[in-house]
């Protein structure tokens, strides 16, 4: 029975994950492409993680619970990377799909929406 | 603002480090307690500078209400951007939105900018200079009034009630 959940949970990590890379092969261009690892591939994380805490719990004596760990760092530090690389590509003005926002919230100060 | 002692700068990062220090050790004999004791007392101190503000939590339920949304918003989240990855491609519509920001703490707006990132088909991409717009993209919005009204009730009203005075 715990087999079943377990594969099951690897899967679906496995599969997310992929989804997650699959994006930045899809997607057109470099603010699009920030979606794919930020987010698919943070429930596929998760799920590989959630059964690695239940085998090790089952498994050895007493329960684990560095996995829990893990997924709160990674859900703190992928916002912030993506954050920075979409800050550092509008610096850049990279090729972007949507309308790029007025160049410089700078100089737009006073007449923005 | 309240005044807070010298010797014990945030009294909630410091319970919250001893945790996570026992979570790391995966252990909870007595030296390891001590010792995340000690260490969620002297990390604090160490980086006063980075926490210049006290960390006020005026709402403690409204915050678990609030992350147990989160979670289930991210993993609505992992689904709408598989289907959308899945999909064709050339049939996004991205957009970028300029999000006015009624918030003023440094945290309140950190965390709004993670929930944003981690939530459906957005990703937070610059806060202006003054701090009170948050340039988010969207990765296909064909509403972008609807996506800052939702954002704004969803995600920063919470926010609010929880660290700031309203």
């Known amino acids: ?113 | 603002m309240t005044t807070r002692p010298r010797f014990l700068p945030h009294p909630i990062l410091s319970p919250l480090l001893t945790g996570l220090w026992l979570l790391l050790t995966n252990s909870v004999s007595p030296g390891q307690i001590l010792l995340g004791l000690l260490l969620g007392w002297v990390i604090p101190l160490l980086t006063l500078r980075f926490w210049p503000e006290a960390i006020t939590i005026r709402r403690p339920f409204t915050l678990i209400r609030y992350i147990g949304l989160l979670l289930y918003d991210i993993i609505i989240a992992n689904f709408t951007v598989a289907r959308l990855i899945l999909g064709n491609p050339d049939r996004l519509k991205p957009v970028f939105i300029e999000l006015p920001l009624d918030l003023t703490s440094s945290l309140a707006i950190g965390l709004l900018t993670n929930s944003i990132t981690l939530t459906p088909g957005t990703v937070s991409a610059r806060l202006s200079e003054d701090g009170r717009y948050l340039l988010v993209h969207a990765l296909n919005e064909n509403d972008p009034d609807n996506l800052i009204a939702t954002i704004k009730d969803r995600y920063e009203r919470p926010l609010r009630e929880i660290f700031e005075q309203c």
């Open chain 1, 1 to 113: 029975m715990l087999e079943y959940l377990l594969s099951f949970l690897i899967l679906t990590g496995a599969a997310f994950t992929f989804i997650g890379s699959l994006g930045l092969l899809r997607l057109k261009d470099f603010y699009m492409r920030l979606h794919g690892p930020t987010k698919a591939t943070t429930l596929g994380v998760g799920s590989l993680l959630i059964a690695s805490a239940i085998f090790f719990s089952s498994r050895d004596t007493g329960i684990s619970l560095h996995e829990v760990l893990i997924t709160l760092f990674l859900f703190i530090t992928a916002p912030v990377s993506a954050h920075l690389l979409a800050k550092a590509a509008l610096h850049l003005d990279l090729h972007s799909r949507a309308k790029t926002p007025v160049k410089s919230t700078q100089q737009e100060k006073g007449n923005r929406l």
